[in-house]
């Protein structure tokens, strides 16, 4: 398996809202469920909105989104966000992601291009080959590398400088997240250095597990308004970084650069790190474990569960939910029994766990969007922003969908977790970028009850009730014809409706091979006509 995604795979051989800080926040975003003991009728596709009092949810569990004060947005607000309308498209462009060690570290500690001569005759090649551009992964460990607020963004200035005389465009992913697991700890690009010597002393700044064990890829989003970070919170620090960016590259924005992903979680995909790869916590195809272990996620538990008059349902996630390997048979949290995720405190908990994520993606897409609605008004310009979710397809086919639920998806037999996700997508006027469309369920062992094609169809058909636009990317790496031909079926339905832009992970030596260029320069050419 590839990098892609960070999750090992064993498969095959602004904003309507206000948003204030420091302080606290108020955001325009509510989509949990609504549900009563007498009421436990669940329909996927149903999205009840509860009603509302003071700013808070008006349910059995009155606000399980934590301190956050959350709000519904109907029809009519709707109406008025800022979202693109899908259209049948009839291409899709194919976008090339950059090389994994495009940067290196050199031995005075600072970032660099590696291979500048030969990564200019690739952008070449795959322009003549037809590809329509390249995805390049702009790291906030490279940019605002040594101190708070300096931006040094000369690499990308070198780099978008080679890719424009290519020819080609530009997918541009805002990196807020590390990748240094993929490389065994000695290489790749780390969180800026003086977010890590705070997270020398503060560990709890990093998501942790049950165990104690914390994943340094990501700042927990118990922080995301907390001015930890010199003065600033984490959200501040996204926004900031969006800013110098946007001012930086204005001139390339809807000539050059087309999209603009923002990294929400580990490998920037919206999700908690409950898969982790690289430090032989977790292998395919384990359920994986809950990650609100650290001490802001904990003590925002305590208070919600307090709030509701439960306060024993607030000390840690579920205790019969396993571990990182298990699966699901024999994990009573994952059955349907009484301590299962159907009881009202597995209802609960998986409301306020999921809940949170959700807010994070709003605050930071809502940041996002208003940096890219003043850009574009001003310069009469357009580019589409895209927003990021794993691919977590594996025992898609149980009741329960263990691996999604402990990666913050609230996705069951029961209740569609993903429908949430696209109406705060619709709402900022993002994309949703989903992996697997290289995979089919015939590649998948059937005894792991994998669903990627079930879980491409249940995106489908969310991001059609929200209006949104579907982007996608391959999760392993592929050359042969018959993964190259899955990729085609599952860019383009049977109706013609087609996904906005695929992005292939990703350049490397192997790409150009004679076997495997023979391959997909055809597979670019059939993806660049009419359909």
């Given at each position: 398996m590839a990098e892609i995604g960070a999750?090992?795979?064993?498969?095959?051989?602004?904003?309507?809202?206000?948003?204030?800080?420091?302080?606290g926040f108020s955001l325009k975003s509510c989509f949990l469920e609504q549900r009563t003991r007498r009421n436990r009728n669940y329909f996927r596709n149903v999205s009840m909105i509860p009603p509302f009092k003071r700013g808070r949810l008006i349910t059995k569990w009155r606000s399980v989104a934590g301190n956050s004060r959350i709000f519904s947005m109907d029809a009519r607000e709707k109406s008025r966000s800022f979202v693109l309308v899908s259209s049948r498209h009839k291409r899709v462009p194919v976008y090339v992601m950059m090389p994994i060690d495009t940067f290196g570290i050199d031995a005075s500690g600072c970032p660099r291009i590696k291979r500048l001569k030969a990564l200019t005759v690739s952008l070449k090649a795959l322009k003549l080959a037809g590809v329509h551009g390249v995805a390049?992964?702009?790291?906030?460990?490279?940019?605002?590398?040594?101190?708070?607020?300096?931006?040094?963004?000369?690499?990308?200035?070198?780099?978008?400088?080679l890719i424009t005389e290519a020819g080609l465009k530009l997918h541009v992913a805002l990196c807020f997240h590390s990748n240094m697991h993929l490389f065994g700890g000695k290489g790749g690009i780390s969180l800026p250095l003086w977010i890590r010597e705070i997270?020398?002393?503060?560990?709890?700044?990093?998501?942790?597990?049950?165990?104690?064990?914390?994943?340094?890829?990501?700042?927990?989003?118990?922080?995301?308004?907390?001015?930890?970070?010199?003065?600033?919170?984490?959200?501040?620090?996204?926004?900031?970084?969006?800013?110098?960016?946007?001012?930086?590259?204005?001139?390339y924005f809807g000539n050059v650069i087309e999209e603009i992903s923002i990294g929400l979680g580990p490998s920037g995909?919206?999700?908690?790190?409950?898969?982790?790869?690289?430090?032989?916590?977790?292998?395919?195809?384990?359920?994986?474990?809950?990650?609100?272990?650290?001490?802001?996620?904990m003590e925002?538990?305590?208070?919600?569960?307090?709030q509701e008059g439960k306060p024993q349902w607030g000390g840690r996630d579920p205790p019969n939910a396993g571990c990182y390997n298990?699966?699901?048979?024999?994990?009573?949290?994952?059955e349907e029994g009484n301590d299962s995720f159907l009881s009202d405190y597995g209802r609960f908990f998986l409301e306020w766990y999921s809940g949170k994520l959700i807010c994070h993606a709003d605050a930071i897409l809502a940041k996002a969007a208003e940096v890219l609605r003043r850009r574009q008004e001003e310069e009469k310009s357009s580019v589409m922003l895209v927003a990021r979710i794993g691919g977590i397809y594996w025992w898609y086919?149980?009741?329960?969908?263990?691996?999604?639920?402990?990666?913050?998806?609230?996705?069951?037999?029961?209740?569609?977790?993903?429908?949430?996700?696209?109406?705060?997508?619709s709402r900022h006027g993002a994309a949703l970028?989903?992996?697997?469309?290289?995979?089919?369920?015939?590649?998948?062992?059937?005894?792991?009850?994998?669903?990627?094609?079930?879980?491409?169809?249940?995106?489908?058909?969310?991001?059609?009730?929200?209006?949104?636009?579907?982007?996608?990317?391959?999760?392993?790496?592929?050359?042969?014809?018959?993964?190259?031909?899955?990729?085609?079926?599952?860019?383009?339905?049977?109706?013609?409706?087609?996904?906005?832009?695929?992005?292939?992970?990703?350049?490397?030596?192997?790409?150009?091979?004679?076997?495997?260029?023979?391959?997909?320069?055809?597979?670019?050419?059939?993806?660049?006509?009419?359909?």
């Amino acid at each position: 398996m590839a990098e892609i995604g960070a999750i090992g795979c064993g498969c095959r051989g602004v904003s309507g809202g206000n948003f204030f800080h420091p302080g606290g926040f108020s955001l325009k975003s509510c989509f949990l469920e609504q549900r009563t003991r007498r009421n436990r009728n669940y329909f996927r596709n149903v999205s009840m909105i509860p009603p509302f009092k003071r700013g808070r949810l008006i349910t059995k569990w009155r606000s399980v989104a934590g301190n956050s004060r959350i709000f519904s947005m109907d029809a009519r607000e709707k109406s008025r966000s800022f979202v693109l309308v899908s259209s049948r498209h009839k291409r899709v462009p194919v976008y090339v992601m950059m090389p994994i060690d495009t940067f290196g570290i050199d031995a005075s500690g600072c970032p660099r291009i590696k291979r500048l001569k030969a990564l200019t005759v690739s952008l070449k090649a795959l322009k003549l080959a037809g590809v329509h551009g390249v995805a390049v992964e702009v790291w906030w460990g490279i940019v605002e590398r040594f101190c708070p607020l300096e931006f040094k963004w000369s690499l990308y200035e070198e780099l978008f400088r080679l890719i424009t005389e290519a020819g080609l465009k530009l997918h541009v992913a805002l990196c807020f997240h590390s990748n240094m697991h993929l490389f065994g700890g000695k290489g790749g690009i780390s969180l800026p250095l003086w977010i890590r010597e705070i997270g020398d002393v503060n560990k709890d700044i990093y998501y942790r597990d049950k165990n104690g064990f914390s994943n340094n890829d990501y700042l927990t989003l118990g922080v995301d308004q907390l001015p930890l970070f010199r003065g600033r919170t984490a959200v501040q620090c996204y926004e900031d970084f969006m800013l110098s960016f946007s001012t930086n590259f204005e001139p390339y924005f809807g000539n050059v650069i087309e999209e603009i992903s923002i990294g929400l979680g580990p490998s920037g995909e919206l999700r908690y790190p409950a898969h982790p790869s690289g430090d032989g916590r977790w292998k395919f195809p384990g359920i994986g474990e809950f990650q609100c272990h650290d001490k802001y996620m904990m003590e925002d538990l305590m208070a919600v569960a307090s709030q509701e008059g439960k306060p024993q349902w607030g000390g840690r996630d579920p205790p019969n939910a396993g571990c990182y390997n298990s699966f699901p048979s024999g994990v009573p949290f994952f059955e349907e029994g009484n301590d299962s995720f159907l009881s009202d405190y597995g209802r609960f908990f998986l409301e306020w766990y999921s809940g949170k994520l959700i807010c994070h993606a709003d605050a930071i897409l809502a940041k996002a969007a208003e940096v890219l609605r003043r850009r574009q008004e001003e310069e009469k310009s357009s580019v589409m922003l895209v927003a990021r979710i794993g691919g977590i397809y594996w025992w898609y086919k149980t009741s329960s969908h263990p691996a999604e639920l402990t990666a913050g998806y609230y996705n069951t037999a029961l209740r569609d977790g993903y429908d949430p996700v696209a109406s705060v997508l619709s709402r900022h006027g993002a994309a949703l970028h989903i992996p697997c469309l290289d995979m089919a369920d015939s590649e998948t062992p059937e005894k792991y009850l994998c669903s990627p094609e079930g879980l491409l169809r249940q995106i489908h058909d969310v991001s059609k009730k929200w209006t949104i636009h579907v982007t996608g990317r391959n999760t392993s790496e592929r050359f042969d014809e018959m993964g190259l031909r899955q990729i085609r079926e599952n860019c383009v339905q049977p109706n013609g409706d087609t996904v906005r832009s695929f992005t292939f992970f990703r350049m490397n030596e192997k790409i150009f091979r004679v076997e495997n260029w023979n391959n997909f320069v055809p597979f670019i050419r059939q993806m660049s006509a009419d359909v």
